[in-house]
């Protein structure tokens, strides 16, 4: 059985930083592309970033290039997201989700070709 477990999360104060991991289980980790999802109070969900199954390759939603930085360890099963200079529109649920096939420019942000999902983790973020 999938497993993808989200934890970090947290209440914060904007201008602070957070990092959260996600440890995968049950699948053969470095054959899948992760990324992680956010859902904001009252919208839809949208993909921060996206990280191919090395790592060579990563892609960031405008909202968030240059304060948040994707990274995996394949050796120990886990994709983690480091957050800088958080902001309150930055609150949401994060959850992270698992691609079996290649992320490329034109589908990483396509939530829905996701695979797998963890349950997520809530990020607050107060002004």
């Known amino acids: 059985q999938v497993r993808l477990v989200e934890s970090g999360g947290g209440l914060l104060h904007a201008g602070g930083s957070l990092r959260l991991p996600c440890a995968a289980s049950?699948?053969?980790?470095?054959?899948?592309?992760m990324a992680w999802i956010r859902r904001a109070p009252g919208k839809e969900r949208e993909c921060q970033a996206a990280i191919s199954w090395s790592g060579g390759l990563t892609y960031y939603a405008d909202s968030v290039k240059e304060r948040f930085t994707i990274s995996r360890d394949n050796a120990e099963n886990t994709v983690y997201l480091q957050m800088n200079s958080l902001k309150p529109e930055d609150t949401a649920v994060y959850y992270c989700a698992a691609y079996s096939g290649p992320i490329y420019g034109s589908n990483w942000y396509r939530d829905y070709e996701y695979d797998y999902w963890g349950q997520g983790t809530q990020v607050t973020v107060s002004s």
């Open positions: 049950g699948l053969t980790f470095c054959n899948y592309a």
